[in-house]
């Protein structure tokens, strides 16, 4: 089980921004952010932490380099998935999978993707069946 993870992201500010408009609909919020003041061990890093119910568990740190990467959000409903979708376009996503089902993974894993600020292709997904 992973508890968190971190992603590298090339200008802080505009994928705090993106990350919080587009999983708001799955119940993502800032949780923490850690600056040069409060985490001295990495001078002139900040991290943000973004999370449901107030846990931690999506880490974006300011990098020049970043790498080609995938990150899948389980969401509680296909209409979250909808939602997450519509609000990633919002905040600047580029579209990369209309929701829908994706049989060739199993009969009801219902996803939508889209490219984040950084290209990183981000998912969301339920396996639930249709309610």
Same mark, same amino acid.
């Given at each position: 089980?992973?508890?968190?993870?971190?992603?590298?992201?090339?200008?802080?500010?505009?994928?705090?921004?993106?990350?919080?408009?587009?999983?708001?609909?799955?119940?993502? &919020?800032? =949780?923490?952010?850690?600056? @040069?003041?409060? /985490?001295? %061990?990495?001078?002139? !890093?900040?991290?943000?932490?973004? $999370?449901?119910?107030?846990?931690?568990?999506?880490?974006?740190?300011?990098?020049?380099?970043?790498?080609?990467?995938?990150?899948?959000?389980? &969401?509680? =409903?296909?209409?979250?998935? @909808?939602?997450? /979708?519509? %609000?990633?376009?919002? !905040?600047?996503?580029?579209?990369? $999978?209309?929701?829908?089902?994706?049989?060739?993974?199993?009969?009801?894993?219902?996803?939508?993707?889209?490219?984040?600020?950084?290209?990183?292709?981000?998912?969301?997904?339920?396996?639930?069946?249709?309610?």
């Amino acid at each position: 089980m992973i508890d968190h993870l971190t992603i590298l992201v090339t200008d802080y500010r505009r994928s705090v921004k993106f990350y919080l408009q587009a999983l708001a609909p799955l119940g993502y &919020a800032m =949780t923490m952010e850690l600056d @040069d003041v409060t /985490y001295k %061990e990495l001078p002139s !890093a900040f991290f943000a932490g973004l $999370g449901v119910d107030g846990k931690p568990d999506l880490w974006l740190r300011p990098s020049t380099h970043v790498a080609p990467t995938h990150v899948a959000f389980r &969401a509680r =409903t296909r209409a979250m998935v @909808d939602a997450f /979708y519509r %609000e990633a376009l919002a !905040a600047g996503a580029t579209p990369n $999978g209309e929701p829908g089902i994706r049989a060739s993974y199993h009969p009801n894993y219902y996803a939508a993707f889209v490219l984040d600020p950084d290209g990183y292709n981000i998912e969301a997904v339920c396996h639930k069946p249709p309610e």
